[in-house]
């Protein structure tokens, strides 16, 4: 493990904020996958669903696609399709050479910001072997497709560890935000009701909600502003976290928080799935499919800091009520995690 357990020195929020510099740029994984477009954020089917082939890198939050289908690759297709059979393994001088040749070619990849992405294991769909599914933004899905079942684990563990050492960062973020820039919230009397827009996991709308910190037991409550009837509800909160802006000049005006746990949403928020024409859906979808959180918009930074303090000293949080510091803060080079530290670790016990 690469973290370092924390100090009782607190980093400065500029420390913090370059630590999201390491994270952009830490290569989790990279290879060859297979990918089908099943369903759009609002639930509906996409309307190209075929299975496409593409060469793929996860670095920090983004998974970077580039076409293997591109036209003008067609001088290498004997060497792609040496990657595609696995033939050929990432890190060997083959690999290497045809990598440089797509990425020579196809100028223009495709992205998908995976912050707030779960996966699953699906394992045989149909006549595929080897497939997972990715959900990145209110009720989307996509199928993937890995080149074997070792390599289909090994993507799975990278995006979630991604996901992981994303929200460290965020909470250690937040930590030295808080201790900095807000410190009189750690000792002032603070309110445990706020008047803020969220948008909760698997949906695509901001909902105007009163935010309450309910004790015993202690939960983070959400009514509608319109009917006060409560929408949602987040339980054994495991994060709750300041979003960083990514740029120092946005931070005192920053006020979106993101809050982690066991999340039960109304369905009446949810989107409505629609059927795909002619395509039975092995693999239904569930509201859990899309990870378990609240994106929070408070009125004012100074709202955000406070409620944020105020979960974290309720659900014993970052160390409070002690104090408002991590357990553990990311090494310069490899921030907490190698995929390598979690090879043998359990997709089934993974946070999806």
Not at 209 to 221: F, G, R, W, Y
Request: glycine content about 4%; some cysteine.
């Amino acid at each position: 493990m690469s973290a370092i357990p924390a100090t009782a020195a607190v980093a400065s929020v500029a420390t913090a904020a370059s630590s999201f510099d390491v994270f952009r740029q830490k290569l989790y994984i990279r290879g060859v996958l297979g990918k089908k477009n099943d369903r759009a954020p609002d639930g509906r089917p996409y309307s190209m669903r075929k299975w496409t082939r593409w060469y793929v890198e996860l670095r920090g939050p983004v998974l970077v696609f580039w076409n293997l289908l591109d036209t003008q690759l067609a001088a290498y297709l004997e060497d792609i399709t040496a990657i595609v059979d696995g033939r050929v393994r990432p890190g060997s001088a083959e690999f290497e050479r045809t990598v440089g040749h797509i990425k020579n070619i196809v100028l223009k990849p495709s992205f998908i910001n995976i912050t707030d992405a779960a996966c699953a294991i699906v394992g045989k769909l149909k006549k595929r072997d080897s497939v997972w599914t990715l959900h990145s933004s209110g009720a989307n899905r996509f199928y993937m497709q890995a080149v074997d079942d070792r390599a289909m684990n090994e993507w799975v563990r990278a995006i979630r560890l991604s996901c992981f050492e994303a929200a460290k960062l965020y909470e250690y973020y937040t930590s030295a935000l808080v201790n900095e820039r807000y410190s009189s919230t750690l000792v002032s009397q603070r309110p445990t009701e706020y008047h803020v827009h969220v948008r909760f996991s698997g949906t695509n709308d901001w909902v105007p909600c009163t935010m309450a910190v309910s004790p015993n037991p202690t939960q983070i409550l959400f009514r509608s502003e319109e009917t006060q009837a409560q929408v949602a509800a987040i339980k054994s909160a495991r994060y709750a976290y300041s979003i960083y802006p990514d740029s120092l000049d946005k931070i005192d005006s920053a006020m979106i928080a993101k809050f982690e746990g066991d999340c039960d949403v109304d369905a009446s928020l949810q989107p409505k799935l629609e059927a795909a024409d002619g395509d039975r859906d092995l693999a239904p979808l569930n509201p859990r499919d899309h990870g378990s959180y609240a994106l929070v918009i408070f009125q004012s930074p100074t709202d955000m800091a406070l409620a944020l303090v105020e979960v974290a000293s309720q659900l014993r949080l970052c160390n409070m009520p002690t104090k408002f510091v991590p357990d553990f803060v990311p090494d310069r080079l490899n921030l907490y995690l190698s995929l390598s530290d979690i090879a043998d670790k359990s997709i089934e016990i993974m946070e999806p």
